[in-house]
């Protein structure tokens, strides 16, 4: 079982910065994949970045590319997601997730543990 906890949403200028910060609790951190996914009003959830146990491997969504960044240190049991040159597009509450099996995946339904999300706001 992985509780994870995010943190470092707020409210932010457009061409800011934020990070958000992901906590996970459980022994088997270190072996999960682990994802960030976002949720507008009105709009489904949206894929922005995943990485592998190792940190060797990342995905990141094409809206994002270029501006965020995702990392873990699994001394810490953390994951982060770096944001940079905010838009109000990207206004949305940010989700961690975890994958058990490791997989390095672009839909939620591959996740299996989730937090409760943290509010983005980038005013124009």
């Known amino acids: 079982q992985v509780q994870l906890v995010e943190s470092g949403g707020g409210l932010v200028q457009a061409g800011g910065s934020l990070t958000l910060s992901c906590a996970a609790s459980?022994?088997?951190?270190?072996?999960?994949?682990m994802g960030w996914f976002r949720q507008a009003p009105g709009k489904e959830r949206e894929f922005v970045a995943a990485?592998?146990?190792?940190?060797?491997?990342?995905n990141t969504a094409d809206s994002v590319k270029g501006r965020f960044t995702i990392s873990r240190d699994n001394a810490k049991n953390t994951v982060t997601l770096q944001m940079n040159n905010l838009k109000s597009e990207d206004t949305a509450v940010y989700y961690c997730?975890?994958?058990?099996?490791?997989?390095?995946?672009?839909?939620?339904?591959?996740?299996?543990?989730w937090g409760q999300g943290t509010q983005v706001t980038v005013s124009s």
């Open positions: 990485i592998r146990w190792s940190g060797e491997s990342t």
């Open positions: 459980g022994r088997a951190f270190s072996s999960y994949a």
């Open positions: 997730a975890a994958n058990r099996y490791g997989q390095l995946r672009t839909y939620s339904s591959a996740y299996n543990y």
